[in-house]
């Protein structure tokens, strides 16, 4: 007997998806490694500029954050092994993590600086964790992007021989091979774009402390969309759980110290500076900070550093301006002084008909014009016709004044920061004595502010082995007085525990062409000086002289020779 053929109705089977081909998931990938470097090197840049700014020496900060940096990269890629069989996840939690340091370490390092006085191990510490992530994160995506199946040649099916040693070995070796390529082609690129926008978006716009909290709200964004999105097969419940939590955590942290980052600036610079803050603004270049009371004269701050102590301000200025005032000085040209001090010293002089102030960053200027108190301080300097002010790098300026102009003046003035301390060792390179010897006229002195004479004779020595290599005779010179620059610069800690003091006085070296030294004196229609003498120029002169370092190389653009 013949069974009748029983037909069933089809049953439906419940398959899974296939898996995202790898084509698929490229681009998106791609667009993430570049968000994420651009991030990463914003982090980096941050590190180097609020560490240049509180410490000093941007060569050498620059040169640890990324000497630390590119090795904890090394360090980070053999961590991620240990991370491939949970590749999806492990790279979640690496962003969340680099989001959080990186976007909070301006905040972290301007804090130790303002409450403990200490940066220099912190910067070492969030170079070393950034660095860590970073290097991190490409061995991860590697991970992941291998293993999203190919579609096979000619089928559009996916190829789930790819990994498994099945078949395609050698496709494998050059599938892995332009995966690398593409993955670091978009690395460097989104590198690129971070480091422009770094100097020319967050710093304008943003400022550091909100400019690093935003690039790390970024971050966190993109990898968790990454994850969540693409890989979400590769993540178990608990898994995606985790990758939300800390992501939103993240980003819950930063959004707050978003908002409370001008009340813990505020405080910060309370901290730093003292409860007297009076006028607080960032220009394009550097913070200023004007501090005092209603009645009391006023203490100027530039990037943290003292720079016009008001008390005792008229002893450096006098020390500095008189003593190059001692002959011809019709025309005169002062290199920075944008605090207006430098030229109120020299109106005094009824014989001067013109003042060339070159300052670089026309918010100083501004202020000293506009603050009441500075404006006090300095005479009403920049209201005076006979002064003009151009806001310019000295360098560039006196090379097109000499070349194009022809200016020539009876009196060069360099009120400069101490090299040692300041990015300003152009300044007071061999190459700028030299474009400052061909704006001179006939008879003209130099007068050079070369920082402590007791307390950094290096520097101060090498300085004046600059201007001898440049074809002047010098005749050095010091005066007793609290050296501007460290009030509440670095090392606040060290000095607070006796570890450290501050310089005792100022040094110069005034200067003319030739090899016969220049008189050390006061010229005839001198105005009336409340700490220089003529009866203290010559113990001016020996105490500079005690400190004597000889056989000392000039310093030159390419080799600078000032250090601390």
Known sequence: MIEPTVTLPPTRVRRRPPPRPRETVRWPVLAVVFVCAACGLVYELELVALASYLIGDSVTQASVVLSVMVFAMGLGSLLAKRLRCRAAVGFGLVEGALALIGGTSALVLYACFAWFGESRWVLVAFSLAIGILIGAEIPLLMSLIQRVPERSVGTGRA???????????????????????????????????????????????????????VTGAVNAVAGAVLVLWLFRRDLTARGRALVVGVNLTVLGVLATATVLVDDFEEAARRAVYGERVRVAVHTELQEVVVTGGPEGPPDLYLDGRLRVSGADEYRYHEALVHPAMNGPHARVLIVGGGDGLAAREVLRYPGVRAVTVVELDPGVVRLARTDPALAALNGQAFRDPRVRVVHADAFHWLRGAVERVQERYDVVISDLPDPGITPSTKLYAQEFYGLAARALADGGRLVVHAGPATDRPRTYWTADATLRAAGYATRPYSTEGGTPGFAAGPDRADRASGTRHEPDDWGFLLAVRGTRPPALGLAPDAPPLRSLARRDLAAAAQRAERTRIAGLPPSTLVHPRYGH
């Open 159 to 213: 190829d789930r021989s790819v990994g498994t040693g099945r078949a395609g070995r050698a496709g494998d070796h050059d599938d892995a091979a332009g995966t690398v390529a593409d993955l670091f082609a978009a690395d460097y690129v989104g590198a690129l774009v971070g480091g422009l926008a770094f100097p020319f978006l967050l710093l304008p716009w943003l400022g550091q402390l909100s400019g690093a909290l």
